[in-house]
């Protein structure tokens, strides 16, 4: 990732038409053992919803409606 981090440089060794990446991200306030553990993996692995930071997610915390609008409108993309 290049230090602005708004892209992702890869040096490949080959041709192919395709990439597999993964994203997984890890937030302290947010427990394996959290109802919404594995919801909130999945739709920040798909990059439709943030953590506050990038080690805290915030569970608890109230959404503004244009975020809202925002992650629904990210969410299209994989229905």
């Given amino acids: 990732m290049n230090p602005s981090k ?7 060794n080959h041709f192919s038409q395709c990439v597999v990446l993964s994203f997984q ?11 919404a553990y ?3 993996q999945e739709l920040s ?3 439709i ?3 506050q930071s990038e ?3 915030n569970p608890s915390g109230s959404i503004p409606s244009q975020e ?12």
């Fill in 6 to 12: 708004t892209s992702l440089i890869v040096d490949l």
């Fill in 45 to 47: 692995a798909k990059q």
């Fill in 49 to 51: 919803v943030k953590g």
């Fill in 25 to 35: 991200s890890s937030y302290r306030d947010v427990p394996e053992i959290h109802w």
């Fill in 68 to 79: 809202q609008n925002m992650q629904l409108s990210s969410a299209e993309r994989f229905s």
């Fill in 38 to 40: 594995k919801t909130i």
């Fill in 55 to 57: 080690a805290m997610f």
